[in-house]
């Protein structure tokens, strides 16, 4: 017997309505009736057309562009649940903003990353159900359950298909030394040599590539991160792979596609070949691309969203 939640209901804001609708049709139900609105002055307007008392209710919104505005969405749909008498809520956050302000670079540096930690719980969310983390001790940030998903492995299967388990002419490469955890043992999943793209960041948003650490020469490489925003660090990589490194070609994956400012047009201008996403955020139709493609993470979260319901252990989705 469940004891949090009578039923499971899913709720979603405006950010990804889409992926909500996917996720609820690999659960075999139907999206929650709701409505999410502005006033005249831009004020969220809230409504919950059906009832959640007692029910396990999952709100599913990431925190994307327009960041603010979706932000505010997901707490204020948390707080009309828990005062709706929801038994549980679950904020699902496929991709969440502010993840980048997670420590003081500097005198006087706000933590924004534990500020939007406190504003969730507060808002009264239960536990929090999100993916690939831009830095995974932010989950530290909550005093309450969080589950990080990782999307490696859809890109691993993908590239499996594609390349063949432990292919020798197949190199995975970190885009920087922060990143060079995560790609290991996305590589060490594949079976292929990893790489490391040396850089030092001179601005924000600006980057200087200094070393290629491995061998890389003539091998197709798989260009492996958790976001791109400006696309600017991924295209300078790649640059410094296929020039200096001598790379044959460039396969670049990343789980969270932000693509603000002139990302479409550095990714089209690039080496990359093919760039993959998750659709943790919504394609924009203005940012087409060809080289872009998206896998959809929502099995994912749908099986994470049962075995939450189902008070069954989530540990076996970041081992697939």
Same mark, same amino acid.
């Given at each position: 017997m469940i004891s949090h939640g009578k039923d499971i209901k899913v709720f979603s804001g405006n950010a990804n309505r889409a992926l909500a609708e996917s996720i609820c049709r690999c659960i075999g139900i139907r999206l929650g009736d709701?409505?999410?609105?502005?006033?005249? #002055?831009?004020?969220?307007?809230?409504?919950?057309?059906?009832?959640?008392?007692?029910?396990?209710?999952?709100?599913?919104?990431?925190?994307?562009?327009?960041?603010? #505005?979706?932000?505010?969405?997901?707490?204020?749909?948390?707080?009309?649940?828990?005062?709706?008498?929801?038994?549980?809520?679950?904020?699902?956050?496929?991709?969440?903003?502010?993840?980048?302000?997670?420590?003081?670079?500097?005198?006087?540096?706000?933590?924004?990353?534990?500020?939007?930690?406190?504003?969730?719980?507060?808002?009264?969310?239960?536990?929090?159900?999100?993916?690939?983390?831009?830095?995974p001790q932010?989950?530290?940030?909550?005093?309450?359950?969080?589950?990080?998903?990782?999307?490696?492995?859809?890109?691993?299967?993908?590239?499996?298909?594609?390349?063949?388990?432990?292919?020798?002419?197949?190199?995975?490469?970190?885009?920087d030394v922060g990143s060079v955890a995560r790609a290991r043992n996305f590589a060490l999943k594949m079976g292929m040599n990893l790489a490391i793209v040396d850089k030092r960041r001179e601005k924000a948003n600006q980057s200087e590539v200094m070393n290629i650490i491995g061998d890389v020469r003539g091998k197709h490489v798989i260009l492996f991160d958790d976001m791109v925003d400006t696309a600017g660090s991924l295209c300078h990589a790649c640059k410094a792979l296929v020039e200096i490194g001598g790379a044959k070609d460039i396969y670049a994956c990343a789980s969270h596609g932000v693509l603000s400012g002139a990302a479409i047009q550095r990714i089209n201008d690039s080496y990359i070949k093919e760039m993959l996403f998750t659709d943790s955020i919504p394609a924009s139709p203005e940012k087409k691309c060809d080289k872009i493609k998206y896998l959809s993470v929502a099995p994912m979260f749908a099986e994470a969203i049962e075995r939450v319901y189902e008070e069954v252990s989530i540990s076996t989705l970041f081992s697939k």
């Open positions: 709701s409505t999410v609105n502005h006033f005249s #002055d831009g004020e969220i307007s809230v409504s919950l057309y059906e009832t959640v008392r007692g029910s396990d209710v999952f709100i599913v919104q990431p925190t994307c562009y327009p960041v603010n #505005d979706n932000l505010m969405e997901l707490l204020i749909m948390v707080d009309a649940a828990r005062r709706a008498s929801a038994g549980r809520i679950t904020a699902v956050i496929p991709y969440f903003g502010y993840a980048r302000q997670d420590r003081k670079a500097k005198s006087r540096d706000p933590i924004s990353a534990k500020l939007v930690a406190n504003l969730i719980t507060s808002a009264g969310a239960d536990r929090v159900l999100t993916m690939d983390l831009h830095a932010i989950q530290g940030f909550f005093d309450i359950p969080v589950d990080n998903l990782v999307g490696g492995p859809l890109f691993s299967d993908y590239y499996i298909k594609k390349f063949g388990m432990g292919n020798e002419d197949v190199m995975v490469v970190s885009p």
